[in-house]
């Protein structure tokens, strides 16, 4: 008679079975809704940065936000899809949606007295923030999710990597190994209310 389980690895099948329990679609469904509404927050506030840019850098970085507006705007049907497929529901509601963003609203650590951005500066380390929060976002659901979310987190990780090193090259500063923030993004609080990664 045929043992029908010649040749497999109980162990190893143990193993794979704890991790498919361990992170399950549902298990997603809050990460992506933060990050859904992230996206969208630092697409509004990429738009705001590509029409009220001023000084001597003004056309490549208008063009820059350009480039990198198209690229968030590109990814939310994907994400939103996703968190679908999960089984969660968007944010019906414009206030829904900013409470869930892990992307403080227009505030910077490097704006003027007003709390707002003012020089190209201020845009560039704004959206900074921004970038760096998701792609922390990204990196801590990629790290414990379901496949399927999985191939879609690292994509979105690499993508906000990208910006930020974009970014972070116009203010003239060293591009790190990751542009992953091992830290939360300055203006987070003990509770992370502002800039909340997960
Ligand atoms: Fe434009």
């Not at 591009?175 to 987070?188: F, I, L, M, R, V």
Request: aromatic residues 6%; proline residues 4%.
């Amino acid at each position: 008679m045929t043992d029908l389980y010649e040749g497999l690895d109980f162990e190893l099948m143990a193993e794979c079975t704890l991790l498919a329990e361990a992170a399950s679609p549902e298990d997603a469904i809050t990460p992506l809704r933060k990050a859904l509404a992230g996206t969208q927050v630092l697409l509004v506030q990429t738009r705001i940065a590509h029409w009220n840019v001023t000084g001597s850098d003004f056309t490549q970085l208008h063009e820059l936000f350009k480039g990198q507006y198209e690229e968030l705007q590109d990814s939310l049907d994907e994400i939103a899809e996703r968190l679908r497929a999960c089984g969660g529901v968007v944010a019906p509601t414009l206030g829904g949606l900013i409470a869930d963003s892990p992307v403080a609203d227009l505030r910077s650590t490097q704006a003027d007295d007003t709390g707002e951005p003012s020089s190209a500066k201020d845009y560039v380390g704004w959206l900074l923030v921004g970038h760096q929060a998701l792609s922390e976002l990204w990196r801590l659901l990629g790290a414990d999710c379901d496949a399927g979310t999985a191939d879609l987190a690292g994509r979105r990780q690499a993508a906000h990597d990208k910006a930020a090193w974009m970014l972070r090259s116009t203010l003239g500063e060293q591009s790190k190994p990751s542009d992953t923030p091992t830290e939360q993004p300055a203006g987070a609080d003990d509770n992370g209310s502002e800039n909340e990664v997960v």
